[in-house]
């Protein structure tokens, strides 16, 4: 089986439209949530969410291109430029066959699908744009990133809501691994921020109106964001061969199915692709020094994950690190698994955990270390990060230094 | 239909029970709705009286509407349904 490295990541999100600048917005604490800036909001309940700011799709689309992206699509392609930009290859020729495209999404076209349906129905249009279809279909983001670098290698949309993200880095993972491919352009997009998409969520009953606070004893919810990140996993010794720069190592994955319940979290489940995970990366559990939680600030989730962990780690539960970024960049839903990854890469790389921001009180049934309101500096060999979906499909995927 | 008989029926449509055997007293847990029934629940009484229900499923006891048994959700009801007349 061949090692498999990370040489390149990008990402577009709430605290920031490229790696520098996010990681810079994790280590100091920065809450990229704040109120909606959509059409309709004075109709939602729910009216914060974590919006990519100064956003001019104008500034990097043409109109032909703009016609044919969703704002799915557009982070995605953002985020994959500037991973294959960083990892410094080429997809023409056999590397071009040999590599290919797996993203993650939930809503895929979603904010198109808002749009048109607001023109036939509401505004009583018998005639929709010709590409709405391309547009607004799921694998449309794959489909576009594959032809902008040539990728022509097994490529594929995965759709497992929360967990979409880590099931596709999962899935290149394992396609390096085995040698089905020499590079994967792999991660996950998501932009359901548009009234319906707000306004399913609301139905639910499980977002805070006032922002997320992970592991808090006074959390109320979730809160959205939107957002993508992509990354360049590649075999490892033709990543040596090349010279080129290695951000980390992928050494684990694991993936379940609870089979109880469409919304209750499990933590069987949970643990089992937890200790899954670290079993795939041969590593003794004491290991793992960071975890990037999953960590919603719904009080079903952060209780059952913290159960879960000191199920996997026992003793050294106390001992390791655990944080939610979703605190400050929100649920990226299908995308989410990919943004967080690169809080991983900070803390296995440069050595700097981010934080849980929001924390204002301890909550005995979370009572693990999980690095309130201020990042910290600490030597992590290995950091996993908790992917568990609606739908009970959990997904957990571990980094090591390179 | 009056307020009581309105919301008794929509809590006796999750519970699968007849409206007669659902009792003043009951808790939602007694009636065997769980959380997915409360929150189907609340819409069901938000589209009978076009009222905003303030409940938030992370946070019930937390919330602005008492869910503690049939008789407090008819009195939250009413007290919804009067504050936006």
Redesign the interface.
Known sequence: MRRVVITGAGTINPLGHDVATTLEAMREGRCGIGPLDIRDVDRLQIKIGGQVRDYDETAHFNRQQITLYDRFTQFALLAAREAIGQSGLQFDGALGDKSGVILGTSGGGLTTQDENFRAVYEEGKNRVHPFIVPKLMNNAAVSQVSMEWNLRGPSFTVATACASSNHAMGQAFNMVRCGMATAMVTGGSESMLCFGGIKAWEGLRVMSKDGCRPFSANRNGMVQGEGAGVFVFEDRDHAMARGAEILCEVVGFAMCSDASDIVMPSKEGAARAIAGAVADAQIPTNAVGYINAHGTATAANDKTECAAVRDVFGTHADDLMISSTKSMHGHLIGGTGAVELLACIMAVRDGVIAPTINYEQPDPECALDVVPNTAREAKVDVAISNAFAFGGLNAVIALRTA | MNTQDKVVAIIAEQALMDPSDIKLTDTPEMLGID??GL?ES??GIEEAFDI?VP?????PS?SDFDISSVAAIVKAVERLVAAQA
């Open positions: 959380s997915m929150v609340i819409f905003i409940f938030n499923a992370n946070e937390e």
